[in-house]
């Protein structure tokens, strides 16, 4: 089973940014695509950012144009860059398996921990 773990969260302040790293066992992230999704109180969870095998990457509207997504196959982490912060990307955030286009929800069968973000206005 791949286990999968989170980083980098924290509290921010509105315009500020942050960078999450997630960190998998195998070779998940080499052979995967790769998502980033966060969970607000009382949401469903939801797909943010998503990498290709090959780079290939797409995002969510609400986050497009700020988060940016990225890999490393050597360390076997996936990356996700988050500027200009705003109150409502507050979640938590989780890595996992994901499709890319079309940009849906994908799993390997279990979850993380996650990484809670907060950013204060």
């Known amino acids: 089973q791949v286990q999968l773990v989170e980083s980098g969260g924290g509290l921010v302040q509105a315009g500020g940014s942050l960078r999450l790293s997630c960190a998998a066992s195998g070779n998940a992230v080499r052979l995967n695509a790769m998502g980033w999704y966060r969970q607000a109180p009382g949401k469903p969870r939801e797909l943010v950012a998503a990498?290709?095998?090959?780079?290939?990457?797409n995002y969510a509207d609400s986050v497009r144009g700020r988060f940016t997504i990225s890999r490393d196959n050597a360390k076997n982490t996936v990356y996700l860059q988050m500027n200009s912060l705003k109150p409502e990307d507050t979640a938590v955030y989780y890595c996992?398996?994901?499709?890319?286009?079309?940009?849906?929800?994908?799993?390997?069968?279990?979850w993380g921990q996650g990484t809670q973000v907060t950013v204060s206005s």
């Open positions: 996992n398996a994901a499709r890319v286009r079309p940009f849906v929800h994908a799993s390997f069968g279990s």
């Open positions: 990498i290709s095998t090959d780079g290939a990457t």
